[in-house]
C-alpha cells in the first residue's frame, strides 16, 4: 500500500492560490491519486483525480511530474469556504478490495 | 439522486448496547464501503462490500459485522458498543472500474 506524506496544516489569505503538496514514494504503477476536500461534520468530498502530468478541473489543478512519487493539489484565489481537511489518497479501487488509505490530511485555514 | 444518506445522524448508546447503522444508495453503485473517524484523524476501512450478498473485512473489523442483501443498502452492526466505538461513521460507494467515492454526511456515535 502506498503510504502518503503530506504536511499537517497550512495557513492562507483569501485570494491567494494555495498549493499542498504530498509524497508518495512507493506509488504502484496502476495506483491512481487523489484528493478529497472534508469540511466538519461532513464526508469527504472528491476534488480531483490523476495518474500523471497535469489535471485541471473547475475547481483545482493536480500536478504530478514524471516519476509519480509526488504531486501537488493547487486551489486558485482561495476563499473562506476552502477552509478544510485535504485528503491526498494513492492507490486503485479496481481489484475486488480497497487499497486506499486515508491519512491525517492537510487542515487549510484561509484568513480574511 | 438523493446519492449517499445514513441513518441515523446522530446516536447515544450505553456500553453493552446493540445497534444498527444504515446506508443507503441509489446510484446502483456495486461497492460499498464503512469507514470510521476519530478526531483529528483520517477514515480507517472497517469492511467492505463488491456486491449484494457480499462482503469483507477492512482494517479495523473488530466488534462489528455487515450485510449487504440489498445492493442499494450496507448496514453495520454493533453487536456489543464499547467506549471505543466512539466514532463518526462514514458510509461511501462506488460504480465497477470507477476511482471515485461517493460519501455520505455520516453517522455520529457516542458509547458511555
Known amino acids: 500500500l502506498a503510504k502518503t506524506t503530506q504536511p499537517i496544516s497550512m495557513d492562507s489569505y483569501e485570494g491567494q492560490e494555495v498549493n499542498i503538496t504530498c509524497s508518495h514514494n512507493?506509488?504502484?504503477?496502476?495506483?491512481?491519486i487523489t484528493w478529497y476536500q472534508q469540511f466538519p461534520s461532513q464526508g469527504p468530498r472528491f476534488i480531483i483525480q490523476?495518474?500523471?502530468t497535469k489535471v485541471t478541473n473547475e475547481v483545482a489543478s493536480l500536478f504530478i511530474p514524471a516519476d509519480r512519487k509526488s504531486s501537488t493539489l493547487s486551489l486558485p484565489r482561495v476563499s473562506l469556504s476552502d477552509t478544510a481537511v485535504y485528503y491526498c489518497?494513492?492507490?486503485?479501487?479496481?481489484?475486488?478490495?480497497?487499497?486506499?488509505?486515508f491519512g491525517a490530511g492537510t487542515r487549510l485555514a484561509v484568513h480574511p | 439522486n438523493a446519492g449517499v444518506t445514513q441513518t441515523p445522524k446522530f446516536r447515544v448508546l450505553k456500553t453493552g448496547q446493540s445497534m444498527t447503522l444504515l446506508c443507503a444508495q441509489d446510484?446502483?453503485?456495486?461497492?460499498m464501503y464503512w469507514y470510521r473517524q476519530d478526531p483529528g484523524m483520517g477514515l480507517r476501512l472497517i469492511h467492505y462490500s463488491v456486491g449484494e450478498g457480499t462482503t469483507a473485512k477492512g482494517e479495523v473489523p473488530d466488534g462489528y459485522n455487515v450485510s449487504r442483501l440489498k445492493k442499494q443498502n450496507f448496514l453495520l452492526g454493533l453487536e456489543s458498543a464499547a467506549p471505543s466505538q466512539t466514532s463518526v461513521y462514514f458510509c461511501?460507494?462506488?460504480?465497477?472500474?470507477?476511482?471515485?467515492?461517493?460519501f455520505g454526511p455520516g453517522t455520529r456515535l457516542l458509547v458511555l
Open positions: 446510484m446502483n453503485h456495486e461497492y
Open positions: 512507493n506509488i504502484a504503477t496502476n495506483d491512481y
Open positions: 489518497l494513492v492507490g486503485t479501487l479496481s481489484g475486488g478490495y480497497n487499497k486506499l488509505i
Open positions: 461511501a460507494s462506488h460504480m465497477l472500474q470507477q476511482e471515485t467515492q461517493y
Open positions: 490523476g495518474y500523471k
